[in-house]
């Protein structure tokens, strides 16, 4: 395989990374009865479907350009404000270490690892310094919304805990 079709092949694998991560978000949403819940997965999967905007454009680019299509403007990631506008005290309350909320977290961060580690992995293997640059502000987009879930999974799950009797408190 060519350097380009590797470059293209991983392109395509983050289009479908985020079509993925906005469809399971987007079904976690329309699953989710509590507001705060239901805002958090509509977020996520916003999130999701302006990562696929962005990467059409790059990938069309690309097809012009060449590396050079690597050379834009990244926007690094703001996890204190996610952390203020989604994941808040208000989802913590009404997911109150609830099942579906602890499971529907644990998958979200299993396909936002899987997504870091493949972007990762392929920022080792690029052979220009701007795509591997580029495949490492993906792997940090993916660790973004991987650190924002943990985060709240540790306390819904410490939540779902003290609730079943298993808090050592």
């Known amino acids: 395989m060519t350097a380009r079709e590797q470059v293209l092949e991983v392109l395509r694998r983050a289009y479908q990374i985020e079509v993925e991560g906005q469809t399971f978000y987007a079904l976690c949403a329309h699953r989710a009865e509590k507001p705060a819940v239901r805002e958090l997965f509509e977020k996520l999967a916003g999130d999701e479907v302006q990562h696929q905007v962005y990467l059409r454009q790059v990938l069309g680019s690309y097809a012009e350009r060449g590396p050079a299509a690597f050379e834009v403007t990244r ?82 799950r410490a939540d779902f805990w003290d609730r079943a009797g298993f808090s050592p408190f």
Do not use: C
């Not at 993916?142 to 879930?149: G, N």
């Open 75 to 156: 926007r690094q990631p703001d996890l204190a404000s996610i952390a203020n506008r989604i994941f808040t005290e208000r989802f913590r309350k009404e997911a109150q270490g609830a099942t579906f909320e602890m499971a529907v977290l644990s998958i979200g961060m299993q396909l936002e690892s899987a997504a870091m580690t493949h972007f990762n992995a392929s920022a080792a293997a690029a052979t220009e310094d701007e795509v591997s640059k580029f495949y490492e502000f993906l792997a940090s987009w993916e660790k973004e919304h991987y650190d924002a879930l943990a985060a709240l999974s540790q306390t819904v």
